[in-house]
């Protein structure tokens, strides 16, 4: 399947992982900012005729547990309606999704695709609770090497420090 559609839309591809923190600390309006947010993206991602055709979505969740949703075309992407609860293990997420993110750039290449460095956005309201600095490090050498674009956005109240680490 993965080939039709590469054949059927012989696009350059861009891979977006979107790596959300739903831990107990989102509960109430910054979850539900979240998932207003990841509506408008929806919206515009699709309200784009290049953008729809290139960008890929993968989605990685982190609280509590780590979740995935593997990488879909735009016209196949409904964004989940995320609940929050847990704690924050911001390092496992982030490393999931730069094997996700080089996962991804194997298929492509495995298939004669072209594709555009891939983007991580990581969004999060708070420091992590797992052991992160070798996720970080991970991150920039990517970002370094031009493997992958790193995003951290934090939302009110975050950690910014930790975020510049990423």
């Known amino acids: 399947l993965e080939k039709i559609e590469f ?6 591809r861009c891979a977006l992982a979107l790596v959300l923190d739903v831990s107990g600390s989102m509960g109430g309006e910054p979850i539900a900012e979240l998932n207003a947010g990841l509506q408008e993206f929806d919206i515009a991602l699709k309200a784009d005729p290049l953008a729809s055709l290139r960008v890929e979505v ?11 949703i593997d990488f879909v075309s735009a016209d196949q992407f409904h964004p989940p309606v995320l609940t929050a609860g847990g704690e ?3 390092g496992q997420a982030v490393e999931k999704a730069l094997m996700m993110l080089r996962d ?3 298929t492509y290449k495995s298939n004669g695709v072209d594709y555009y460095r891939p983007w991580l956005f990581l969004i999060t309201d708070g420091a992590p609770t797992d052991v992160w600095e070798a ?5 920039r050498q ?4 031009k493997g992958v674009s790193v995003y951290a956005i934090g939302v009110e109240g975050a950690d910014m420090k930790t975020l510049a680490l990423f």
């Open 104 to 106: 991804r750039k194997n």
């Open 142 to 145: 990517e970002e370094d090497h």
């Open 58 to 68: 993968g989605i990685v969740t982190f609280g509590g547990t780590v979740t995935t």
């Open 7 to 12: 054949v059927e839309n012989p696009e350059p």
């Open 135 to 139: 996720a970080a490090e991970h991150a």
């Open 88 to 90: 924050t293990p911001m």
